[in-house]
């Protein structure tokens, strides 16, 4: 298995319609997890860190970890077609390294007005 | 204003023609990184520094070479380009380690550099 896996998409959900992103992650990586949002030519930015299992909620945007499933998810309430980007999932690599960080591929939303 | 600044933002070069990408942030930020990013590959940690003298590779570093001597500097070199290194390359900065579990580990991109060789 990779060390992060994501969903290429494109998902395509309708305004106001929840999104729900999702994540894998293999045993190489480690405790601390990132989803960032890059629109298209721009530079990535963070929108939710996530570390211990259970959710966590900002705004709009919820995180959810499962370590025993060793999933990582992003749901975004009430979508906005400002939300279409490209969210990318990201981990810590595995052996207290704080500097490696391990992206997923990517997975392009797009919300309908 | 506080940011990440990367130069050049676009470049064309020839195969082995040394080439160095600067990257500087104003925000007094210990760790800094570069990525790439290639369609279809995604984002990929070149290399990475924890403070000023102290780099460790990342998961793609080979055909790079970086250095701190200052901690708000942090130049990416290629020393002999290859074509396989066309890419646009990302630089970011962070308070902290990204395994410090507070908002100091959230990382600020630059704005990108796209580099081409032919």
């Known amino acids: 298995q990779k060390e992060v896996e994501q969903n290429s998409g494109p998902l395509s959900v309708p305004e106001g319609a929840i999104a729900s992103l999702n994540c894998t992650y293999s045993d190489r990586v480690s405790q601390s997890f990132f989803w960032y949002r890059q629109y298209s030519g721009k530079s990535p930015e963070l929108i939710m860190s996530?570390?211990?299992?259970g959710d966590k909620e900002d705004g709009r945007f919820t995180a959810q970890l499962n370590k025993a499933s060793q999933y990582v998810s992003l749901l975004i309430r009430d979508s906005q077609p400002s939300d279409s980007a490209t969210y990318l999932c990201a981990a810590t690599g595995y052996g207290g390294s704080q500097g490696n960080l391990i992206f997923g591929k990517g997975t392009k939303l797009s919300v309908k007005p | 204003e506080a940011q990440v600044t990367q130069n050049p933002r676009y470049l064309i070069t020839v195969t082995g023609k040394k080439l160095t990408v600067t990257c500087s942030q104003n925000m007094n930020h210990e760790y800094m990184s570069w990525y790439r990013q290639d369609p279809g590959l995604g984002l990929r940690q070149i290399y990475y520094s924890m403070n000023v003298e102290v780099t460790d590779k990342g998961d793609v570093p080979e055909g790079y070479k970086v250095s701190r001597k200052e901690k708000r500097n942090f130049p990416l070199i290629l020393e002999s380009p290859s074509p396989n290194q066309t890419s646009l390359y990302f630089c970011a900065s962070s308070f902290s380690g990204l395994g410090v579990m507070s908002s100091y580990n959230e990382q600020f991109f630059g704005p990108g550099t796209r580099l081409t060789v032919l």
């Open positions: 996530i570390y211990s299992n």
